[in-house]
């Protein structure tokens, strides 16, 4: 579904228009405090902002907060974990067997402690979470930033395959290969202000 955003802003971001189709993913770019984070938090109504979002012409404000967040599902650069077992955070860990081995972890993971895991792990983990409520759309805050090459590819390639089916994604990224490849557009923020460019 095509989600639309106009007008959007909130304090340490100026009104931003535009509108990402289901199935394409759109790269934002920006240093650091630039206000990307803040952007895709006001997308999913996590912070208070002002302006039109809406999901497949349906006006967010006629959803309910967790249906729309469901919906459009932020992936925050460090996710929350509120449980010490990881399969508590999942639904079902018994079907993400196959997601967790393309991710690079071991399907046993599930019963390891959130504590003992690396920052890249969690991050996979938490992709994984947020790809089990089947989202329209993936708002992603830098969904690689603590992995390595191979782990990276791996990530990449799942989230090909989810926007190939029709996830539409907007997708945080200081790389600017990494942008090439995953983007044609790139939203380019800075000191809070969003304008766009070809990637």
């Known amino acids: 579904m ?16 535009f509108t990402v189709a289901a199935g394409e993913c759109l790269a934002i770019w920006g240093v650091s405090g630039a206000g990307k984070s803040l952007l895709l938090r006001a997308i999913a109504d996590l912070d208070p902002n002002h302006g039109r979002v809406s999901l497949g012409g349906v ?13 459009v599902t932020y992936l925050a650069a ?15 860990w018994g079907l993400q067997a196959e997601r967790a081995e393309r ?3 071991p399907a046993h993971m599930g019963d390891a402690p959130v504590a003992r895991l690396s920052t890249g792990e969690r991050q996979r983990l938490a992709l994984m979470r947020a790809l089990e409520r ?3 759309v993936l708002l992603l805050d830098e969904p690689t930033a ?10 990449e390639s799942v989230l090909a395959e989810r926007q190939a089916a029709g996830t539409a994604l ?6 600017a290969a990494q942008s090439a490849r ?3 557009r790139r939203l380019v923020v800075a000191a809070g202000r969003v304008t766009e460019e070809m990637a």
């Open 2 to 17: 095509r989600l639309d955003v106009v007008g959007l802003s909130r304090q340490g971001l100026e009104p931003a228009t």
């Open 78 to 92: 460090e996710p929350g974990w509120w449980t010490e077992r990881v399969a508590d955070h999942f639904d079902d």
């Open 59 to 71: 006006a967010r404000e006629s959803m309910t907060g967790p249906d729309w967040r469901r919906r």
């Open 134 to 136: 089947q989202p329209s």
């Open 182 to 184: 995953i983007a044609r």
């Open 146 to 155: 603590a992995l390595d090459g191979v782990a990276r590819d791996a990530v």
């Open 170 to 175: 907007l997708w945080v990224t200081h790389d």
């Open 103 to 105: 991710l690079l972890l």
